[in-house]
């Protein structure tokens, strides 16, 4: 990098403290904004068309999980396409698939590596049909992987959208580039049971071993279920789980996507949630447990399986003068990393309008457990 910046603001109790990786020996002036122009486009249909896939970069990531594998970070993603056209894409040899997988050396420079799956898997769409009246299952939705002992297993989801008629499988590969091989189901659920098997997030507790895979939506609220770490399925057969988190009014205050992480300095599992409609005021949110299996409370100590709204807010839609503004910022994916003092990191779909180029937006916790955000600049 010729230059690189990191502008860390740390929330700590009611007040807001600023740290810049740069200090200066003179008293800090007050910042004033200077008017200027986006820099960015703020829409990408210049190459939205499909034989421009390779050009994409971060545009199409929706639900992003990302895995640091050596030196490479790897990032699967939802099967979301602005302005999808598969016919357009077949006539011009475009190689479409399931699940979109990017790499980077930076987290700012991504190559498409192409597509997970060339299909969605044939369980999972006669599951889902025989469930939904022959509806959904047209793609697959927030993928994850988990690496264990030399192989990578890649879990995603197939469901009809607004109900929770879905289905969890995974996939085994050598390599986090695939190819894969199908396993078979993880977890479905159906229109007489109370969650729904989406957006599954894997966790092993270094302490005992055990995977943990936390899942769910607001049909009943998110589900945390054990896993053999042997097979990747779960422990017993079609078992479900336990609740650990839900909504007053599911129907309404949406709750999904979970992702947890470890934080070894505390000693604490921290789990992240999505809350609201996805297309508006989608915002994400954050509970800490002693246990990967919960209970979870909020930043007040409430346990976030009761009804209450809990805190605290990590992103939110936002909107500035002149400027359309960003809705849907949740569903986060989780880095695990070190860099710059900060050791987990939390991306999500947004971009940095302010004059400056090849940008990341980040949010996580530092390693004494409090909430930063920031911005990496080459």
Aim: hydrophobic share 35%; glycine share 8%.
């Amino acid at each position: 990098m010729d230059m690189k910046r990191l502008i860390i603001n740390r929330l700590v109790g009611l007040g807001l403290l600023v740290v810049g990786a740069l200090v200066s020996c003179n008293a800090p002036t007050a910042f004033v904004p200077v008017p200027s122009p986006n820099p960015w486009m703020d829409d990408y249909t210049a190459l939205s068309s499909m034989e421009n896939y390779k050009q994409w970069g971060t545009y199409n990531v929706h639900d992003p999980a990302c895995k640091k594998i050596g030196d490479t970070y790897y990032m699967y993603s939802t099967d979301a396409i602005f302005a999808e056209n598969r016919k357009e894409a077949e006539e011009k040899n475009v190689p479409l698939g399931f699940i979109q997988v990017r790499k980077s050396k930076d987290l700012v420079h991504w190559d498409f590596v192409g597509w997970a799956f060339p299909e969605i898997p044939a369980p999972a769409i006669e599951w889902v049909h025989s469930q939904a009246e022959g509806k959904g299952a047209t793609n697959i939705w927030a993928p994850f992987l988990m690496p264990y002992q030399g192989i990578y297993r890649l879990y995603y989801c197939v469901s009809a959208f607004g109900r929770n008629t879905s289905y969890i499988g995974m996939a085994e590969s050598d390599s986090p580039e695939g190819p894969w091989i199908q396993k078979g189901c993880v977890v479905k659920t159906g229109e007489g049971d109370a969650m729904n098997a989406i957006d599954p997030s894997v966790i092993e507790d270094p302490e005992t071993g055990k995977w943990w895979m936390h899942y769910g939506s607001y049909f009943g609220g998110l589900y945390c279920v054990e896993l053999s770490p042997e097979t990747g399925m779960t422990m017993q057969p079609e078992d479900h789980g336990h609740l650990i988190a839900r909504r007053a009014n599911y129907r309404k205050d949406n709750l999904e996507a979970p992702e947890i992480m470890y934080q070894p300095e505390l000693g604490k599992y921290y789990l992240f949630t999505s809350y609201d409609p996805l297309m508006t005021t989608y915002n994400v949110r954050v509970a800490y447990s002693d246990s990967p299996e919960g209970p979870f409370v909020d930043f007040y100590g409430e346990d976030i399986k009761d009804t209450t709204n809990n805190v605290p807010i990590l992103t939110a839609p936002y909107r500035f003068e002149n400027h359309p503004g960003w809705a849907g910022t949740a569903h986060c994916g989780l880095i695990e990393t070190a860099t710059e003092d900060i050791n987990n990191l939390i991306i999500f779909a947004g971009h940095d309008w302010e004059n400056e180029t090849e940008t990341i937006l980040f949010t996580g916790l530092d390693a004494q457990g409090h909430s930063v955000w920031g911005k990496r600049i080459n």
